[in-house]
């Protein structure tokens, strides 16, 4: 069983930036892949960047260019460093983790993942 923590959620102002980390623990670590997922009040969550342990990354196209996923496998910590914040961009974030290997959108696929944290609130205001 992994268990997964998140951390890093805050408030701050449209253009800012926070730095989200997942911590994972458990039988398989932080597993073959992990993501981040979020959703905002009144929406479905959806996938906003993936990581396979070849290092394959996958970014929802709304996040692409500010928003940038890396794992250190040493320490089983998943980060999401966020600039330029939106206020679209508020929503609880979670973070994900599967044993199987996954690639391309397949890392964004939320029935792909069985492993979930339980998350962090991101609030960008204007």
């Known amino acids: 069983q992994v268990q997964l923590v998140e951390s890093g959620g805050g408030s701050v102002q449209v253009g800012g930036s926070l730095t989200l980390s997942c911590a994972a623990s458990?039988?398989?670590?932080?597993?073959?892949?992990v993501a981040w997922f979020r959703q905002a009040p009144g929406k479905e969550r959806e996938g906003v960047a993936g990581v396979n342990s070849d290092g394959d990354t996958q970014y929802a196209d709304s996040v692409k260019g500010r928003f940038t996923i890396s794992r250190d496998n040493a320490k089983n910590i998943l980060y999401l460093q966020m600039n330029s914040l939106k206020p679209e961009d508020t929503g609880m974030y979670y973070c994900?983790?599967?044993?199987?290997?996954?690639?391309?959108?397949?890392?964004?696929?939320?029935?792909?993942?069985?492993?979930w944290g339980q998350g962090t609130q991101v609030t960008v205001s204007s």
């Open positions: 994900a983790a599967d044993e199987l290997q996954a690639s391309g959108d397949f890392l964004l696929v939320e029935s792909h993942f069985n492993y």
């Open positions: 458990g039988h398989s670590g932080s597993g073959n892949c």
